[in-house]
């Protein structure tokens, strides 16, 4: 049968328009492939017509023949934020995995030395002495407690602690030794305060207030560091990426699927210039991240050495013991001075008649552990590898989440066809994204989410720095929400603030850890009651937007 002339017309005409764009399949080219991808996703495959229609209704892929509704462009584009997030949180959990194991390592090793120091010690208290369930062993027990509470970033000035656990002991070994008569409150007052000048446990006390707090401050502070960087992954990786980031992901990864060109993988410089305006303000994180790996890298060499960490927590015992044995040695002396500058008529502690013999502990001194240098040699190597995550994720997720072509070429998908990426690649961090050729980014409005995050690991950097130096350094009011037990929830910032302020707060404990490591489940603590950064130090960065316009 003949063609009639208006038929044989219209097919010329739009044979003309296809070879126009330069595409003389693409109106018949049917739309197999894509039915695939999206029916893959669980979108219905009645969206998806059944060839190539014209493609004037796209809002985000290249206009042309297509296989893509708005619809269809609408739905894969919150997919592909969605995927997008969803593979943030992975990369995000890997790291959280790395440090939360880290934690547990670390933690689980300084607890155990402090566990066997008291064992050690509670195993040579002689009977004498009460043995293992008197009030000189329950005055140990108490000791070792706070210790392992200091250490998991309990409030307590650790001097006063020592000095009241001394006063305590004296007490108690006193009246062991002078059961007949009864001391006196008052008496053993009076011996308590002359008991530092009359060296009554001779040098240890001494020694341990000079070690203890430095050595016990940088095991404490190393484990927080692991805490708070833990915890700001989580966070980070869970703060929503913004609408323009759909648009930009879409046209990455779909459009060339909707224009039937499978196979077209995304040029590097393409992917990665979406994903650095993507993840703009995560990469913001890298200067203070790394400070706060440096820094904790660091504090590990005061784990060190006679006054180092592993040898203060593992050798406690020791010191306690040299003390007991003093106190026995001075019983004697202590009990004439007790007469002399104390005694009331009543509760003069006479020397007993019998020969006395003092029942002395003896403690093995462990010698140091490898545990612990190959525990520190395996975080140093972690925490290295882990100092590029932030400004390395565009690369890395890139390459190993959205199959980014290995090279740009003629064959990757640029966002408009397959053919090489022209635009250069943009720097790392919100300033650099000013012309971004891939998303629109707002340079002027950072993620305050995240430069709260950003304050947190200056915080925890500072407290390490500060350790470094022996010093508990108080940055509370800067950060620290300090509401331990959740005090922090449903009040207004202001208020909450301003209550934080007017009383003397103790030290707040540990806000950044895990379940079940800090005494008071920091992590139930750090999600119900966000830190608010003190209002004088949100200040700088609440003006950083204005001063940008
Ligand atoms: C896509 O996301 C936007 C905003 O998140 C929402 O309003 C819209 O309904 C979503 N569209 C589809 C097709 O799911
Ligand atoms: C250390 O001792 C405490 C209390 O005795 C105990 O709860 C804890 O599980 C022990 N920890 C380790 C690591 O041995």
Known sequence: MALGAPSWWLLVAAALTACARGDPASKSRSCAEVRQVYGAKGFSLSDVPQAQISGEHLRICPQGYTCCTSQMEEKLANRSRSELEAALLDSGRALQTTLSA?????????????????????????????????????????????????????????????????????????????????????????????????????????????????????????????????????????????PECSRAVMKLVYCAHCLGLPGARPCPGYCRNVLKGCLANQADLDAEWRNLLDSMALITDKFWGPAGAASVLGGVHVWLAEAINALQDNRDLLAAKAVQNCATPHTSPQSPEEKWRPDKLLVPERPPVGALEKLVSEAKAQLRDAQDFWVGLPGALCSERLAASPASDERCWNGQAKGRYLPEVMGDGLASQINNPEVEVDITKPDMAIRQQIMQLKIMTNRLRGAYNGEDVDFQDAGEDGSGSGSGEGCVEEACGRAGRKSPRPRPPLTHTLPGLSEQEGHKTSAAGRPQPHAALLLPLLLLPSRWR
Do not use: I, K, M
């Not at 070994?173 to 009864?182: E, M």
């Open 102 to 242: 880290q934690l547990r390592a670390f933690d689980d090793h300084f607890q155990q030395l402090l566990n066997e120091s008291e064992r050690e010690l509670q195993a040579a208290l002689p009977v004498a002495l009460g043995g293992p369930d008197g009030p000189t062993a329950r005055a140990l027990r108490d000791l070792y407690a706070d210790l392992r509470r200091f250490c998991r970033g309990a409030s307590l000035q650790l001097e006063d602690t020592l000095a009241e656990f001394w006063a305590r002991l004296l007490e108690r070994l006193f009246r062991q030794l002078h059961p007949q008569p009864p001391l006196s409150e008052d008496l053993l007052d009076c011996l308590g305060r002359q008991a530092e000048a009359l060296r009554a446990f001779g040098d240890a006390p001494r020694e341990l207030r000079l070690r203890a707090p430095r050595a016990l401050l940088a095991a404490r502070a190393f484990l927080q560091g692991l805490g708070v960087a833990g915890d700001v992954v989580r966070r980070v990786v869970q703060v929503p990426l913004a």
